[in-house]
């Protein structure tokens, strides 16, 4: 999948989810994740994907979640 942001603060507020959602994961697994960029990542592309196919919907909740 590819990811498209509309501008430069779609894509910081984009990375703004994805950081707090990172936060409740790392509190959840009890310690940091050194493949946070990896976790962004997927949720990003998650999140867009979410978008596309309910414009409605408010987003993912993290890589692999909820399906």
Known sequence: MQA???SAA???AAL???EDAHGRHEK???QADPDWPDWYAQYMLD???ARHADPGTGGSSGPGEGT
Request: proline share 0%; charged share 35%; aromatic share 6%.
């Open 4 to 6: 498209t942001y509309g």
């Open 10 to 12: 779609d894509l910081a």
């Open 16 to 18: 703004r989810r994805a």
């Open 28 to 30: 959840e697994i009890g």
């Open 47 to 49: 999140e867009q994907a």
